[in-house]
């Protein structure tokens, strides 16, 4: 839906500790939203793949 748009990356932060450590993941799931190297959301816990999308769209100006 977002190819070429958005990239969507997951980080097992058991594999991969210290990688976890420097983004201050501290409980999962944690999502982060990234632009350009700057973090612009950082949301804990499970949501809906609604309220994903919907952050997308309003943290990236991405129209539906």
């Known amino acids: ?3 070429g748009r958005v990239k969507v ?3 097992s932060a058991q ?3 210290r990688t976890a450590a420097m983004l201050q993941i501290q409980a999962t799931p944690t999502i ?3 632009d350009r190297g ?3 959301e950082r949301i804990h ?3 809906s793949s609604l309220f ?3 952050t997308i769209h309003a943290l990236f100006g ?3």
Request: one cysteine or more; hydrophobic letters at 30%; charged letters at 30%.
């Open 1 to 3: 839906q977002y190819e």
């Open 32 to 34: 982060l939203y990234i």
């Open 38 to 40: 700057k973090e612009l």
């Open 62 to 64: 991405i129209e539906q």
């Open 15 to 17: 594999q991969f500790p």
């Open 45 to 47: 816990g499970f949501r």
């Open 52 to 54: 994903h999308q919907e």
């Open 9 to 11: 990356c997951e980080l």
